[in-house]
């Protein structure tokens, strides 16, 4: 990844809040020299060390690379939007994009079948824990459990973490606020969300 120092977030537990603030990742591994993709939820299991679980379907090709112990690279993808230089001190600039990314790197490791049930419960947990009466997989008696089979459950232990955060730190702090100015008036969602991350990290020093 093309990485300017400026834009570089090495704070761990901010990369880890994104991780786990959005779980839909794309994993990447290489078979034979080209990149095999698959886009997956992705759950943050352990802190420390850093593990990463997720699963994939047996006919998926990245099944094969992670029971083979393939290195994968997994990319979550964070708030991001469209900023015009119509909110820059001078408009006689061009547009950019703002954005926050997180790559983790590690070696795959499949889970055992009781190891793989169990991720399948954390995964629902995890996304039915807004809701007063969860679904979880004992209402669906046998049925998850007899799926296990069907699917490669697997982890990851996080060699290398990755944060780019580009905030328009390359700019002035006057273009800066006119950013964060424009972002607190708007109702798009996109624009909030950097909005924060931009007010969090605070002006170009």
């Given at each position: 990844m093309y990485l300017p120092r400026l834009f570089e977030n090495t704070e761990r537990g901010q990369l880890v809040e994104l991780m786990r603030?959005?779980?839909?990742?794309?994993?990447?591994?290489?078979?034979?020299?080209?990149?095999?993709?698959?886009?997956?939820?992705?759950l943050v299991a352990h802190d420390a060390p850093l593990v990463l679980q997720a699963h994939v379907a047996r006919a998926n090709p990245l099944a094969k690379l992670v029971s083979d112990g393939a290195q994968l690279t997994v990319i979550f993808h964070g708030p991001h939007c469209y900023v015009s230089p119509r909110h820059y001190v001078n408009a006689d600039n061009v547009p950019t994009w703002n954005y926050a990314v997180v790559h983790a790197s590690g070696r795959a490791r499949v889970l055992a079948p009781d190891a793989a049930f169990t991720?399948?419960?954390?995964?629902?947990?995890?996304?039915?824990?807004?809701?007063?009466?969860?679904?979880?997989?004992?209402?669906?008696?046998?049925?998850?459990?007899?799926?296990?089979?069907?699917?490669?459950a697997f982890e990851i232990e996080v060699e290398q973490l990755t944060g780019k955060f580009k905030l328009s730190q390359n700019r002035s702090r006057e273009d800066w606020q006119g950013v964060v100015d424009a972002f607190e008036q708007s109702s798009n969602a996109d624009e909030r969300a950097v909005l924060a991350l931009m007010k969090r990290q605070g002006p170009p020093r």
């Amino acid at each position: 990844m093309y990485l300017p120092r400026l834009f570089e977030n090495t704070e761990r537990g901010q990369l880890v809040e994104l991780m786990r603030a959005h779980p839909f990742a794309t994993v990447l591994a290489l078979a034979d020299g080209a990149p095999e993709i698959s886009h997956l939820p992705v759950l943050v299991a352990h802190d420390a060390p850093l593990v990463l679980q997720a699963h994939v379907a047996r006919a998926n090709p990245l099944a094969k690379l992670v029971s083979d112990g393939a290195q994968l690279t997994v990319i979550f993808h964070g708030p991001h939007c469209y900023v015009s230089p119509r909110h820059y001190v001078n408009a006689d600039n061009v547009p950019t994009w703002n954005y926050a990314v997180v790559h983790a790197s590690g070696r795959a490791r499949v889970l055992a079948p009781d190891a793989a049930f169990t991720h399948l419960k954390d995964l629902a947990a995890r996304f039915e824990s807004n809701v007063a009466q969860p679904w979880t997989p004992d209402a669906a008696g046998n049925l998850p459990r007899e799926l296990v089979p069907a699917l490669v459950a697997f982890e990851i232990e996080v060699e290398q973490l990755t944060g780019k955060f580009k905030l328009s730190q390359n700019r002035s702090r006057e273009d800066w606020q006119g950013v964060v100015d424009a972002f607190e008036q708007s109702s798009n969602a996109d624009e909030r969300a950097v909005l924060a991350l931009m007010k969090r990290q605070g002006p170009p020093r």
